[in-house]
């Protein structure tokens, strides 16, 4: 019904940049919420950033000032701009929305499949 494509991870040095995407694709009428989730091994998984639909974004405190969470409605996606990357940030990021697909009905939570980000020392 609705699908969540992650792309853009990968290996990065400590100290640089990487930009994660996720776009929607489906039976989509609405998307309301937006999220960033991360998972490293051995460890549970987090909410790294979250954007509404008026535009209100929200941060974990460990990525704050480091990572910026965006959306483009018209098509669907939402971004994460990762700079000033520390080797902790390494883990499998998952993006996350909160889609109705159908007018006047409640939205549901879907999950995108994640994609690697490695921090090298």
């Known amino acids: 019904q609705v699908q969540l494509v992650e792309s853009g991870g990968g290996l990065v040095q400590a100290g640089g940049s990487l930009r994660l995407s996720c776009a929607a694709s489906?039976?989509?009428?609405?998307?309301?919420?937006m999220y960033w989730y991360r998972q490293a091994p051995g460890k549970q998984r987090e909410l790294v950033a979250s954007?509404?639909?008026?535009?209100?974004?929200n941060y974990a405190d460990s990525v704050k000032d480091r990572f910026t969470i965006s959306r483009d409605d018209a098509k669907n996606t939402v971004h994460l701009q990762m700079t000033s990357v520390k080797p902790e940030d390494t883990a499998v990021y998952y993006c996350?929305?909160?889609?109705?697909?159908?007018?006047?009905?409640?939205?549901?939570?879907?999950w995108g499949q994640g994609t690697q980000v490695t921090v090298s020392s």
């Open positions: 996350n929305a909160d889609v109705s697909t159908v007018v006047l009905r409640p939205a549901k939570n879907y």
């Open positions: 489906g039976s989509i009428f609405r998307i309301y919420g």
């Open positions: 954007i509404s639909r008026d535009g209100t974004t």
